[in-house]
T-cell receptor, first 113, second 120 residues
């Protein structure tokens, strides 16, 4: 069965620090990959997605992610975080013939002002 | 263009009662997905519906849970005889069309604000 692993449960950073959140998936075929963000009390919003082409994907709010097929990874990065980036981040994958997304357990990011 | 709408946002039920959660997809979207988020867990897929059809219900519990997406009106997730373990956030997502090898750009699922169900 397909699965998604997010290695960090809770990350605490100071403003201006760089961020990298890990995401690994288990499916070996063609995948579509997503990062969603959930701000406190709000619904999931799409940060960025990868379907094909350039493995370095740029999203909203200065986030980017790199698809490394050989490592089955899709790590999320941001060079300099802000307090407003405090949220929970979810990696998700479409794989195979299923219509549903498989989500990781999420990483809570706390940014100290 | 309004986003995915869910109501109610918060729902409190006593054990044994029924819970009905509603989801109106984005305009032009004909595919609806329901997910459940338990505390400290990611979202788990429950069911995938198109208008008047259940496409994939592999994530639905075998008993007490049902879903529909009628020709007119919102999609409904129904939980009969709720138990404390049903307490969770239930999210609905919609997408424009079925994914294909060519039109991957239509695959993105857009999420609603969720319904937080509390069973007392």
């Amino acid at each position: 069965a397909q699965s998604v692993s997010q290695h960090n449960h809770h990350v605490i950073l100071s403003e201006a620090a760089s961020l990298e959140l890990g995401c690994n998936y288990s499916y070996g075929g063609t995948v579509n990959l997503f990062w969603y963000v959930q701000y406190p009390g709000q619904h999931l919003q799409l940060l960025l997605k990868y379907f094909s082409g350039d493995p370095l994907v740029k999203g909203i709010k200065g986030f980017e992610a790199e698809f490394i097929k050989s490592k089955f990874s899709f790590n999320l990065r941001k060079p300099s975080v802000q307090w407003s980036d405090t949220a929970e981040y979810f990696c998700a994958v479409y794989g195979g013939s299923q219509g549903n997304l498989i989500f990781g357990k999420g990483t809570k990011l706390s940014v100290k002002p | 263009n309004a986003g995915v709408m869910q109501n109610p946002r918060h729902l409190v039920r006593r054990r044994g009662q029924e819970a009905r959660l509603r989801c109106s997809p984005m305009k032009g979207h004909s595919h609806v997905y329901w997910y459940r988020q338990l505390p400290e867990e990611g979202l788990k897929f429950m069911v995938y519906l198109q208008k008047e059809n259940i496409i994939d219900e592999s994530g639905m519990p075998k008993e007490r849970f049902s879903a529909e997406f009628p020709k007119e009106g919102p999609s409904i997730l129904r939980i009969q005889q709720v138990v404390r373990g049903d307490s969770a956030a239930y999210f609905c997502a919609s997408s424009p069309t079925i994914r294909t090898r060519v039109s991957h750009s239509t695959d993105t699922q857009y999420f609603g604000p969720g319904t937080r169900l509390t069973v007392l």
